[in-house]
Nanobody, 125 residues
């Protein structure tokens, strides 16, 4: 069992930065790949970024955030981060982290076993 808690969301102006954190419980967190997803009102939950298990050597990003967002993990702290730079109003959404018992993160929400409660990110123009 893994419990995930996101933090770091907030209100920021366009062009600004935020760093989201996903803190996990459980001693085997390094055995899970982790993904970040986001959901805007009235829209589906979309893939943002993912990182592989263990050392996190494999990452992938949605085209819409590539070059602006960076996912990383610190297994000693049981935490995955999403550094978001050059934020745009269209990045406004609730951001969720999710963990799956697999080597690599995927882009498909239902392939993840555990989810956090989400953190709101609002980017003003």
């Amino acid at each position: 069992q893994v419990q995930l808690v996101e933090s770091g969301g907030g209100l920021v102006q366009a062009g600004g930065s935020l760093r989201l954190s996903c803190a996990a419980s459980g001693r085997t967190f390094s055995s899970y790949a982790v993904g970040w997803f986001r959901q805007a009102p009235g829209k589906e939950r979309d893939f943002v970024a993912a990182i592989s298990w263990s050392g996190g050597s494999i990452t992938n990003y949605a085209d819409s955030v590539k070059g602006r967002f960076t996912i990383s993990r610190d297994n000693a702290k049981n935490t995955v981060y999403l550094q978001m730079n050059s934020l745009k109003p269209e990045d406004t959404a609730v951001y969720y982290c999710a963990a799956r018992a697999g080597v690599v993160g995927t882009t498909v929400p239902h392939e993840y076993n555990y989810w956090g409660q989400g953190t709101q990110v609002t980017v003003s123009s």
